[in-house]
């Protein structure tokens, strides 16, 4: 594909959840086998367009587009754009931030869910179903943290945040001006009250161009080195498999921790034990 980047222009990367998105209640409609599906994907990308639409009358120039939710294989490519960079797929690294770099200037997180437990957050979870609780130097994040952590780490901000407004108050906590763009707003762990697709997508726009604004005065969520991890899962035999792990210490029945050298190190290690988890989870109830 030769040169993509350069660096005199603005970069923007998107990350794309779906579960955040307006209208979803359920997770059986974010499931590719699901009837659902095909009309939610159709939907997301929607709301991508719009943001990339406000994103460039924002000053945006390049946009990479991460497809992050499940196996990376939700927008409809077509509907998009032509000259965005789409990344589909189970990437190998950096998970849901797959792509981003100290190239680009920006980060747009779109369709973002609350984390587990959250009151009223709408399918709300950080990666696996099997985590309870992920900290960050002490920090309780869900995926919009771990997500902004991972910008961070490459000194990219933050600067505009759209989906459950629970995964949009997770991001107002943690990052100062970051624009928020509630699509819905998460009434339980299966209900929402939701704007209409039409208008999730205006809103979508104008956040993203107002967005594009806060470039520069938006910090980004880097975080101290080296990072400690605390993780709790759902079940014991959960952190029993992942205290194998070469430095991971058992920090109680069902939680461990781990001490990263930096953001990518402990992305790494955590999506190993979302690995483990899921597949020691299919040992027995424990
Ligand atoms: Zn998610």
Same mark, same amino acid.
């Given at each position: ?8 222009? &603005? ?12 209208? &979803? ?13 095909p009309? &939610?994907?159709?939907?997301? %990308? ?13 000053? *945006?120039?390049?946009?990479?587009? /991460?497809? @992050? ?20 797929? %189970?990437?190998?690294?950096?998970? &849901?931030?797959?792509?981003i770099?100290?190239?680009?200037? @920006? *980060? ?9 437990? %959250?009151?009223?957050? %709408?399918?709300?979870? #950080?990666?696996?179903?099997?985590? !309870?609780e ?33 995964? $949009?108050?997770e *991001? ?11 699509? =819905? ?15 999730? /997508?205006?809103?979508?726009? =104008? ?12 910090? +980004?969520?880097?975080? !101290?080195? +080296?990072?400690?991890?605390?993780? *709790?899962?759902?079940? #014991?035999?959960?952190?029993q498999? @992942? !205290?194998?792990? +070469? ?16 953001? $990518? ?8 034990? @979302? ?12």
């Amino acid at each position: 594909m030769g040169q993509i980047y350069r660096h005199d222009i &603005m970069r923007v990367h998107f990350t794309v959840d779906m579960e955040g998105m307006a209208g &979803m209640a359920h997770e059986d409609q974010a499931d590719m086998k699901g009837l659902d599906f095909p009309r &939610m994907r159709e939907l997301l %990308t929607n709301e991508v367009q719009a943001a990339v639409e406000g994103a460039k009358e924002g000053g *945006a120039k390049e946009i990479v587009i /991460c497809d @992050a939710h499940d196996t990376g294989r939700n927008l409809i490519l077509e509907k998009l754009d032509e000259d965005v960079i789409v990344i589909e797929g %189970t990437a190998y690294n950096l998970g &849901m931030m797959a792509g981003i770099s100290e190239d680009f200037d @920006a *980060a747009f997180q779109i369709g973002y869910h609350s984390m587990r437990d %959250t009151h009223a957050g %709408t399918i709300g979870h #950080t990666y696996s179903y099997n985590f !309870a609780e992920l900290q960050l130097n002490g920090i309780k994040v869900g995926e919009s943290g771990l997500s902004a952590a991972i910008a961070g780490h490459f000194g990219v901000p933050v600067v505009l945040v759209s989906g459950d407004l629970h995964a $949009v108050k997770e *991001a107002q906590k943690l990052i100062e001006n970051v624009v928020g763009v509630p699509t =819905k707003e998460g009434l339980g762990v299966y209900g929402v009250k939701s704007l209409t697709p039409k208008r999730a /997508c205006d809103e979508i726009r =104008k956040g993203a161009k107002e967005a594009m604004g806060k470039v520069g005065s938006v910090r +980004p969520f880097e975080l !101290a080195k +080296p990072v400690k991890m605390e993780v *709790a899962f759902i079940r #014991t035999v959960m952190a029993q498999y @992942a !205290a194998q792990l +070469p430095l991971v210490e058992r920090t109680g029945n069902k939680s461990v921790a781990y001490e990263a050298k930096d953001m $990518v190190d402990a992305f790494s290690v955590f999506e190993v034990m @979302a690995m483990v988890a899921d597949s020691s989870g299919r040992e027995g109830y424990l």
